[in-house]
Nanobody, 113 residues
């Protein structure tokens, strides 16, 4: 089993930036997909950005050019740099890995207009 711990959420004004970090309790090898999803009130959970097991990085169309996913220096961390935030980015952001289909507890991101 693997636990995922998220950090970096908060309140920011439109146009601002935030960085979310996810730390896993064990090494996540590149073969295992890992990334971020989000869920806004009344909406389904959706992919934001993720590394696939084949080495491709996928982004939701709505965040392309604004968000950037990277791996930390340790093999058990990923970071999501979010720039040019808009109120539509307001949601609970969840870290996920396909290793044991594990989810973090979520971190709130609120963007004020």
């Amino acid at each position: 089993q693997v636990q995922l711990l998220e950090s970096g959420g908060g309140l920011v004004q439109a146009g601002g930036s935030l960085t979310l970090s996810c730390t896993a309790s064990r090494t996540i090898f590149f073969i295992n997909a890992m990334g971020w999803y989000r869920q806004a009130p009344g909406k389904q959970r959706e992919l934001v950005a993720a590394f696939t097991g084949s080495g491709v990085t996928n982004y939701a169309d709505s965040v392309k050019g604004r968000f950037s996913l990277s791996r930390g220096s340790a093999k058990n961390t990923i970071d999501l740099q979010m720039n040019s935030l808009t109120p539509e980015d307001t949601a609970v952001y969840y870290c996920h890995t396909e290793l044991f289909n594990s989810w973090g507890q979520g971190t709130q991101v609120t963007v004020s207009s």
